[in-house]
């Protein structure tokens, strides 16, 4: 399915509220956008990215998953 353009960027934020698995356009400036909802990281996409482990110790891991949070994710780290 080929986004929709809109006329608004206003618009368009809210046709991704109603549907954020579709992309949309809109006309912002006279140049064409495409605009898309991006999902919030879970645990297991942060992990995914760490890749396995090579032994680091607790607070280099913590270290890793604050700046995955940093960078898109949610929640704050368990303690350990």
Same mark, same amino acid.
């Given at each position: 399915?080929?986004?929709?353009?809109?006329?608004?960027?206003?618009?368009?934020?809210?046709?991704?509220r109603?549907?954020?698995?579709?992309?949309?356009? &809109?006309?912002?400036?006279?140049?064409?956008?495409?605009?898309?909802?991006?999902?919030? &990281?879970? &645990? &297991?996409?942060?992990?995914?990215? =760490?890749?396995?482990?090579?032994?680091?110790?607790?607070?280099?891991? =913590?270290?890793?998953?604050?700046?995955?949070?940093?960078?898109?994710?949610?929640?704050?780290?368990?303690?350990?």
């Open positions: 399915m080929s986004p929709s353009v809109h006329l608004t960027l206003n618009e368009a934020i809210a046709s991704l109603r549907d954020p698995d579709h992309p949309v356009e &809109a006309d912002v400036g006279g140049m064409i956008v495409e605009i898309r909802a991006r999902p919030k &990281a879970s &645990a &297991a996409d942060v992990f995914d990215r =760490l890749g396995p482990w090579e032994g680091e110790s607790a607070q280099e891991l =913590l270290d890793l998953l604050e700046k995955a949070r940093r960078s898109g994710g949610s929640g704050q780290p368990p303690a350990l």
